[in-house]
């Protein structure tokens, strides 16, 4: 664990992209209750920064994130009159924090170096986009210590194809980079110890893009990917008629005619 005056999230921005850095590298940045709620926190003040247009999330140390916090969650055990209520507290508020992901209007990537477990691996499959050192780790364990991770299964479901994800649950394997990469989990792997610098250049690149238009295109993906088929291509629909009229496609496409000749 860090330091007792040393925050458990860092955040460093530049030129538009928010980097967050979970901070917690002897405990190999387990998602205790202090760092989730920090983690909350970073969220809802990066919806209302209009400053920031892509956010990165990694891990301090060698791990990007080894899950819950065990030895926190065997001390809410040992509570036998709040022990229940602590525990729904805790997945409650995990829970906000991985729905607060695809709602926040900047792209979310994560950089991910050595292990990503639990629910560290549902934090990458909760973020729009993921990039892994070739030497990261993906699994998704509880199932070995009589703890079905559930909780993590709700973004793998919903990232993975239906098998993939099941694999992952009922065996308790480690997927490696170039697994995760096939199985979609991630989006690049890139060499050991660049995934970090590799997921800033990433960002940057859709940083230079319209925040307005990346912002509703984002809005739009996680809407229409719930709906009926008919339902998504109407919404759709409305959210392009939206967009031909804003200034930033007015602009987009008269530069891009005029490239034309």
Same mark, same amino acid.
């Given at each position: 664990?860090?330091?007792?005056?040393?925050?458990?999230?860092?955040?460093?921005?530049?030129?538009?992209?928010?980097?967050?850095?979970?901070?917690?590298?002897?405990?190999?940045?387990?998602?205790?209750?202090?760092?989730?709620?920090?983690?909350?926190?970073?969220?809802?003040?990066?919806?209302?920064?209009?400053?920031?247009?892509?956010?990165?999330?990694?891990?301090?140390?060698?791990?990007?994130?080894?899950?819950?916090?065990?030895?926190?969650?065997?001390? %809410?055990?040992?509570?036998?009159?709040?022990?229940?209520?602590?525990?729904? &507290?805790?997945?409650?508020?995990?829970?906000?924090?991985?729905?607060?992901?695809?709602?926040?209007?900047?792209?979310?990537? &994560?950089?991910?170096?050595?292990?990503?477990?639990?629910?560290?691996?549902?934090?990458?499959?909760?973020?729009?986009?993921?990039?892994?050192?070739?030497?990261?780790?993906? &699994?998704?364990?509880?199932?070995?210590?009589?703890? %079905?991770?559930?909780?993590?299964?709700?973004?793998?479901?919903?990232?993975?194809?239906?098998?993939?994800?099941?694999?992952?649950?009922?065996?308790?394997?480690?997927?490696?980079?170039?697994?995760?990469?096939?199985?979609?989990?991630?989006?690049?792997?890139?060499?050991?110890?660049?995934?970090?610098?590799?997921?800033?250049?990433?960002?940057?690149?859709?940083?230079?893009?319209?925040?307005?238009?990346?912002?509703?295109?984002?809005?739009?993906?996680?809407?229409?990917?719930?709906?009926?088929?008919?339902?998504?291509?109407?919404?759709?629909?409305?959210?392009?008629?939206?967009?031909?009229?804003?200034?930033?496609?007015?602009?987009?496409?008269?530069?891009?005619?005029?490239?034309?000749?």
């Amino acid at each position: 664990m860090p330091p007792m005056d040393e925050p458990l999230l860092l955040r460093e921005d530049r030129d538009g992209v928010a980097t967050l850095t979970l901070n917690r590298p002897r405990a190999r940045n387990a998602l205790s209750v202090g760092l989730l709620g920090a983690l909350s926190d970073a969220f809802a003040g990066l919806a209302q920064d209009e400053s920031v247009r892509v956010v990165v999330i990694a891990g301090a140390g060698p791990a990007f994130c080894a899950g819950h916090d065990l030895k926190e969650m065997t001390a %809410f055990r040992a509570e036998a009159d709040r022990g229940a209520a602590r525990f729904a &507290a805790l997945f409650d508020l995990c829970s906000a924090v991985m729905m607060a992901i695809p709602a926040l209007p900047q792209p979310v990537i &994560a950089a991910v170096e050595g292990v990503a477990t639990a629910a560290g691996c549902q934090l990458v499959a909760s973020c729009d986009l993921a990039v892994a050192g070739e030497e990261a780790r993906f &699994a998704t364990p509880g199932v070995q210590i009589g703890l %079905f991770c559930s909780t993590p299964m709700v973004a793998l479901s919903r990232n993975l194809s239906r098998k993939a994800a099941m694999a992952l649950l009922l065996t308790a394997e480690m997927a490696d980079a170039a697994e995760a990469k096939d199985l979609g989990l991630v989006n690049r792997v890139v060499r050991a110890g660049t995934a970090l610098a590799e997921a800033q250049a990433l960002a940057a690149s859709i940083a230079a893009r319209s925040a307005y238009t990346v912002r509703v295109g984002k809005r739009a993906f996680y809407e229409q990917i719930e709906m009926p088929l008919s339902d998504a291509y109407a919404h759709a629909g409305r959210v392009m008629t939206e967009n031909m009229l804003a200034r930033a496609a007015e602009e987009g496409i008269g530069a891009f005619l005029s490239r034309r000749g």
